[in-house]
């Protein structure tokens, strides 16, 4: 089993889901994060008043799925969540050694 972690921009949540939905990942966990990577934050004007906002909203993504999947889960997210441009984000993976559905006790690839 392996995690894979997404930091993605906020607007492409609902691509990539949907893309994630086609490979058949069936659950996934979000969080709203804020960060900064190669672009370093941007300058923003309010109300005539420059300032820098050196931490940019970010969505985390995590998803939980058996070895053989990763490869088509990577793929998804990252065309899914590519825009081009700078900032579009990172995908990490990282192996998993045992998970259990608390519900109905079910361990490992049967628990996801």
């Known amino acids: 089993m392996r995690r894979i972690i997404a930091i993605i921009k906020p607007?492409?949540?609902?691509?990539v889901r949907a893309a994630l939905m086609e490979v058949g990942v069936k659950g996934m966990?979000?969080?709203e994060v804020e960060g900064y990577g190669n672009q370093k934050g941007h300058t923003e004007?309010?109300?005539?008043?420059e300032y820098a906002?050196?931490?940019l909203p970010k969505v985390k993504?995590?998803?939980v799925v058996p070895a053989s999947l990763v490869e088509r889960v990577v793929e998804a997210i990252a065309r899914s969540?590519?825009?081009g441009q700078i900032g579009d984000g990172k995908i990490f993976?990282?192996?998993i050694d045992h998970a259990i559905r608390i519900r109905t006790g079910e361990t490992d690839d049967a628990a996801l």
């Open 93 to 95: 993976v990282e192996g």
């Open 45 to 49: 004007i309010y109300r005539g008043t």
């Open 61 to 63: 993504l995590e998803v």
């Open 11 to 15: 607007f492409k949540l609902q691509e």
């Open 53 to 55: 906002a050196t931490f």
């Open 29 to 31: 966990t979000i969080t």
């Open 81 to 83: 969540a590519r825009t």
